[in-house]
């Protein structure tokens, strides 16, 4: 007789910051290995800076990374391509970023600063129509949940995903307010029953940053949609 209980799907390996197990988070040669490690998808954060660029950059603050100080949204362009990050590398704006990939692979762009859904949008949106991207390959997510309240409003259409720093129910509200694709908890905070009621809901789950193949296992088993790595191809 054969088990009729179905196989949950594997489910989509996200880059993190690139492959930042590899190369220097947010850099191109993060974003280079990761398309290298066959990713299903690329997930990037940004920031606006003083002269009105989308910087792709993590922190608030330049040091953790960069051969000087600051806050990466009072840099200008020109001062900000003067910083020399770990490994040699240079903070790219968003369009390099767009342009290294080339639609080969789906981007997640998280809004890590605010006033970044407009021009964000303003980019997709060039690139949407006039570079070869579709407009499906991107996907939006923020825990600044007001900054995805701005991108909606721009773009009714867009993908857009709801990232919670604790339980993932508490985003359901807002993710139906969005009209969500999908909620983005840390991997310690779901389980079987509450991956279930957000399915349920209609909404999938990406979960963020899992990087031990084991723990890898038993989110496919809790039948998780996605998963943000540092290591994507030990998730496989
Ligand atoms: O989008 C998932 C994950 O990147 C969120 O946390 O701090 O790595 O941006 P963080
Ligand atoms: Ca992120």
Same mark, same amino acid.
């Given at each position: 007789?054969?088990?009729?209980?179905?196989?949950?799907?594997?489910?989509?390996?996200?880059?993190?910051?690139?492959?930042? @197990?590899?190369?220097? #988070?947010?850099?191109?040669?993060?974003?280079? *290995?990761?398309?290298?490690? +066959?990713?299903?998808? &690329?997930? =990037?954060?940004?920031?606006?800076?003083?002269?009105?660029?989308?910087?792709?950059?993590?922190?608030?603050?330049?040091?953790?990374?960069?051969?000087?100080? @600051?806050?990466?949204? #009072?840099?200008?362009?020109?001062?900000?391509? *003067?910083?020399?990050?770990? +490994?040699?590398?240079? &903070?790219? =704006?968003?369009?390099?970023?767009?342009?290294?990939?080339?639609?080969?692979?789906?981007?997640?762009?998280?809004?890590?600063?605010?006033?970044?859904?407009?021009?964000?949008?303003?980019?997709?949106?060039?690139?949407?129509?006039?570079?070869?991207?579709?407009?499906?390959?991107?996907? &939006?997510?923020?825990?600044?949940?007001?900054?995805?309240?701005?991108?909606?409003?721009?773009?009714?259409?867009?993908?857009?995903?709801?990232?919670?720093?604790?339980?993932?129910?508490?985003?359901?509200?807002?993710?139906?307010?969005?009209?969500?694709?999908?909620?983005?908890?840390?991997?310690?905070?779901?389980?079987?029953?509450?991956?279930?009621?957000?399915?349920?809901?209609?909404?999938?789950?990406?979960?963020?940053?899992?990087?031990?193949?084991?723990?890898?296992?038993?989110?496919?088993?809790?039948?998780?949609?996605?998963?943000?790595?540092?290591?994507?191809?030990?998730?496989?």
């Amino acid at each position: 007789m054969s088990n009729c209980t179905p196989k949950p799907e594997s489910p989509l390996i996200i880059g993190h910051r690139g492959a930042m @197990g590899y190369e220097t #988070e947010n850099t191109l040669a993060s974003i280079e *290995k990761a398309m290298e490690l +066959g990713v299903d998808m &690329i997930e =990037i954060d940004v920031f606006r800076i003083q002269t009105g660029e989308i910087a792709v950059f993590h922190d608030e603050r330049v040091e953790r990374l960069a051969n000087s100080g @600051g806050r990466i949204e #009072e840099y200008n362009f020109f001062d900000m391509k *003067k910083l020399i990050l770990d +490994g040699g590398h240079r &903070i790219p =704006i968003l369009q390099e970023v767009l342009k290294l990939v080339d639609h080969r692979v789906p981007l997640n762009i998280e809004l890590k600063g605010t006033g970044t859904a407009g021009p964000v949008q303003h980019i997709v949106s060039y690139y949407t129509a006039q570079r070869g991207w579709a407009p499906d390959q991107f996907i &939006i997510s923020s825990f600044n949940w007001d900054e995805l309240r701005a991108y909606r409003a721009l773009d009714p259409e867009a993908r857009i995903a709801v990232l919670v720093e604790g339980d993932p129910l508490e985003a359901l509200e807002v993710a139906a307010e969005l009209k969500a694709e999908a909620i983005n908890p840390h991997y310690t905070q779901v389980n079987a029953e509450k991956v279930a009621r957000i399915h349920q809901e209609g909404f999938k789950v990406y979960t963020w940053t899992v990087n031990d193949p084991a723990d890898f296992q038993n989110l496919k088993a809790m039948g998780v949609d996605g998963v943000f790595s540092n290591f994507p191809d030990q998730m496989r």
